[in-house]
T-cell receptor, first 112, second 115 residues
C-alpha cells in the first residue's frame, strides 16, 4: 500500500547532539513537507520541497536542515542549534496543494 | 496572504450531542481548496474532506457534514450524534492554485466527547 513512513516513532536525544528523522514516501508525490507540533498547538512549517534537489525554508527553519536527494526521501536533521527541539514532528507529501497532503504517523522527539 | 481561523480552541460535549466546528478563511484567490483533517491521540493527521471554491454544495458522510458558504468565507464541520471515538483535534486548511500551493492550517480545535 502507498503511504508515508516516518521513523523512528520515538526518539531521545542528548543536548548538543544532532539527530536525523526519516521520512519516506512511495506515493510518487513531488512535494514533501516537515511540520513541528508542540503540545496543544497547531502545525508550524519547518521546510518544504517541491522537487528533488530543491527545498525552501518554512516559518521556523532555524536549527533544522533537510536534503532531497531522492523523490521518495526527505530527511530532517535537528541540529544542536535548535534550542528547544522537544516536539512532535510530522512529515507530509502531496501531488500538489490542491489535493491536500498525506501525513506520516509522526516522530516524537525528546531531549534528555 | 491566506489565513485560516478556528476560533474554538476546545469543545467538550456529552456523547450523542451534535457539535459544530467553525472554520473561517481568508484568501484573495478565486480558485482555492478547503480541507478538514482529524488528528486522533495517535498523532497522524487523517484526511476527512476536500472542497474546491466552485463547489458550494454541502456534503454529508454518515454522521459528518460540512457546510461551505463563500458569502461568509466559512467551511464548518458538524458531527451528528457524537461518539467518544470522535474525540480528536480537528484542523481546517486552505490552499490555492497559485505559488507553492502549500496548505495553510488553522490552529485546530480539540474536541472531547464525554461518555
Amino acid at each position: 500500500d502507498g503511504g508515508i513512513t516516518q521513523s523512528p516513532k520515538y526518539l531521545f536525544r542528548k543536548e548538543g547532539q544532532n539527530v536525523t528523522l526519516s521520512c519516506e514516501q512511495n506515493l510518487n508525490h513531488d512535494a514533501m513537507y516537515w511540520y513541528r507540533q508542540d503540545p496543544g498547538q497547531g502545525l508550524r512549517l519547518i521546510y518544504y520541497s517541491q522537487i528533488v534537489n530543491d527545498f525552501q525554508k518554512g516559518d521556523i527553519a532555524e536549527g533544522y536542515s533537510v536534503s532531497r536527494e531522492k523523490k521518495e526521501s526527505f530527511p530532517l536533521t535537528v541540529t544542536s542549534a535548535q534550542k528547544n527541539p522537544t516536539a512532535f514532528y510530522l512529515c507530509a507529501s502531496s501531488l500538489s496543494g490542491r489535493w491536500g497532503y498525506t501525513f506520516g504517523s509522526g516522530t516524537r522527539l525528546t531531549v534528555v | 496572504a491566506q489565513k485560516v481561523t478556528q476560533a474554538q480552541t476546545e469543545i467538550s460535549v456529552v456523547e450523542k450531542e451534535d457539535v459544530t466546528l467553525d472554520c473561517v478563511y481568508e484568501t484573495r484567490d478565486t480558485t482555492y481548496y478547503l480541507f478538514w483533517y482529524k488528528q486522533p491521540p495517535s498523532g497522524e493527521l487523517v484526511f476527512l474532506i476536500r472542497r474546491n471554491s466552485f463547489d458550494e454544495q454541502n456534503e454529508i458522510s454518515g454522521r459528518y457534514s460540512w457546510n461551505f458558504q463563500k458569502s461568509t468565507s466559512s467551511f464548518n464541520f458538524t458531527i451528528t450524534a457524537s461518539q467518544v471515538v470522535d474525540s480528536a483535534v480537528y484542523f481546517c486548511a486552505l490552499s490555492s492554485n497559485q505559488g507553492a500551493q502549500k496548505l495553510v492550517f488553522g490552529q485546530g480545535t480539540r474536541l472531547t466527547i464525554n461518555p
